[in-house]
Antibody, heavy 120, light 107 residues
Framework: EVQLVESGGALVQQGGSLRLSCAASGFTFTSYAMSWVRQSPGKGLEWVSAISAGGGSATYYADSVKGRFTISRDNSKNTLYLQVNSLRAEDTALYYC????????????WGQGTLVTVSS | EIVMTQSPATLSVSPGERATLPCRASQRISSNLAWYQQKPGQAPRLLISGASTRATGIPARFSGSGSGTEFTLTISSLQSEDFAVYYCQQYNNWPFTFGGGTKVEIK
């Protein structure tokens, strides 16, 4: 059974940093591209960042987070990361990790999310 | 950035009726479109990828159609468990983008 379990969310002050983690199990983690998607309270979904399968040589970011967030993966630990720096109030959201399927970038599996709250 | 538009924001439908949810892309995206269902307090669930391919375990009453810029999710006969928010998402161009969602509520 595929499982994605996020952690690392917290209440943090504006300008602060966090590292979000997503522990994967039940599938061959290294073979699949991974993404982070966030959802502000009561709002819709916003794609944040993605990383290619394998060594993760290719990374992609939404303009709203470029230069502040860094996605990475550790295939030896089956874990996806998102380093979030220079946090702003508008970064407050539930952050989901999601896996893509073979040959597609659609998000076939999702975790339950980890909550990041940025206070001013 | 490709803008995905879902209208209406809310659709009121009676159980057993058909629901038709449109999604429009601001540029052509071939068939690189997915549909997700989200219920309160839950993570989104993939329904359709490639504009028309049902994900594993998705009932046949869900179908997707379209290509280019115009897409549709159809629920042929709404069941009680189908009342939820539905999002379309393009994955043809970076950055990936979602539509604002359509909430399907009980009429």
């Amino acid at each position: 059974e595929v499982q994605l379990v996020e952690s690392g969310g917290a209440l943090v002050q504006q300008g602060g940093s966090l590292r979000l983690s997503c522990a994967a199990s039940g599938f061959t983690f290294t073979s699949y591209a991974m993404s982070w998607v966030r959802q502000s309270p009561g709002k819709g979904l916003e794609w944040v960042s993605a990383i290619s399968a394998g060594g993760g040589s290719a990374t992609y970011y939404a303009d709203s987070v470029k230069g502040r967030f860094t996605i990475s993966r550790d295939n030896s630990k089956n874990t996806l990361y998102l380093q979030v720096n220079s946090l702003r109030a508008e970064d407050t959201a539930l952050y989901y990790c999601a896996s893509s399927g073979a040959g597609t970038w659609s998000f076939g599996f999702w975790g339950q999310g980890t909550l990041v709250t940025v206070s001013s | 950035e490709i803008v995905m538009t879902q209208s209406p924001a809310t659709l009121s439908v009676s159980p057993g009726e058909r629901a038709t949810l449109p999604c429009r892309a601001s540029q052509r995206i071939s068939s690189n479109l997915a549909w997700y269902q989200q219920k309160p307090g839950q993570a989104p669930r993939l329904l359709i990828s490639g504009a028309s391919t049902r994900a594993t375990g998705i009932p046949a009453r869900f179908s997707g159609s379209g290509s280019g810029t115009e897409f549709t999710l159809t629920i042929s006969s709404l069941q009680s468990e189908d009342f939820a928010v539905y999002y379309c998402q393009q994955y043809n161009n970076w950055p990936f983008t979602f539509g604002g969602g359509t909430k399907v509520e009980i009429k």
